[in-house]
């Protein structure tokens, strides 16, 4: 089967970096991606790896290590907005579908 | 680019009827989209995959005659959750996947299903 590990909650304070871990197992992995949802809203895509190493996009990176089977997710200069549940997900070659982790609730305080 | 609807974005229903919740693309063609369920503070689960033209696929432990779903063209589908019950309140997430940003899936808004 398929399961994918997040911490439950993790809190900082505006300006920090916060790092967002994700372990995986799963059969014929294809990518690695990260969704941020605010609270009763909709997922919206963070970025995707399919290879080693780290992706940058403003504020936010995303790193994955196939051997370790593990990524992250790194937020930086945090504000108040970046509050919300963060989910890696992972697809699989021969299928389209993203099987989702736990989620992480970042809380962002002043 | 890359919008998708879903409608309503919230329900109300009784026990023992049927809702229809509609999940559209509206500035691409979606190759697939997906249909999940996310309870509060929790994960989303994967219930269907749904291919235009093609029956869905259902993951392990949903019931394909509960949860119909129909995808007659490349930018609608839509869910039908038959004789709710209070333990099928929950949110529904459509996505879509297709255009040019494959890895990627766009979510629709979500239907927050309450049934009494």
């Known amino acids: 089967g398929q399961s994918l590990e997040q911490p439950s909650e993790v809190t900082a304070v505006e300006g920090a970096i916060v790092q967002i871990n994700c372990t995986y197992q799963?059969?014929?992995?294809?990518?690695l991606s990260w969704y941020q949802q605010h609270d009763g809203g909709a997922p919206t895509f963070l970025s995707y790896?399919?290879?080693?190493g780290l992706e940058e996009t403003g504020r936010f990176s995303s790193f994955l290590s196939r051997s370790d089977s593990y990524g992250y997710l790194l937020l930086q200069e945090l504000q108040m907005k970046d509050s919300a549940s963060y989910f890696c997900?992972?697809?699989?070659?021969?299928?389209?579908?993203?099987?989702f982790g736990t989620g992480t609730r970042l809380q962002v305080f002043p | 680019g890359a919008v998708v609807s879903q409608h309503p974005s919230r329900v109300i229903c009784k026990s023992g009827t049927s809702v229809k919740i509609e999940c559209r693309s509206l500035?691409?063609?979606?190759?697939?989209m997906f249909w999940y369920r996310q309870f509060p503070k929790q994960s989303l689960m994967l219930m269907a995959t749904?291919?235009?033209?093609?029956?869905?696929?259902?993951e392990q432990g949903v019931e394909k005659d509960k949860f119909l779903i129909n995808h007659a063209s490349l930018t609608l589908s839509t869910l039908t959750v038959t004789s709710a019950h209070p333990e099928d309140s929950s949110f529904y997430i459509c996505?879509?996947?297709?255009?040019?940003?494959?890895?990627?899936?766009?979510f629709g808004p979500g239907t927050r299903l309450t049934v009494l």
């Open positions: 500035d691409f063609q979606a190759t697939t």
């Open positions: 997900a992972v697809s699989s070659h021969n299928t389209d579908k993203l099987i």
């Open positions: 799963t059969s014929g992995f294809y990518g």
């Open positions: 790896n399919a290879l080693d």
């Open positions: 749904s291919n235009e033209g093609s029956k869905a696929t259902y």
């Open positions: 996505s879509a996947r297709g255009g040019l940003s494959y890895n990627e899936q766009f």
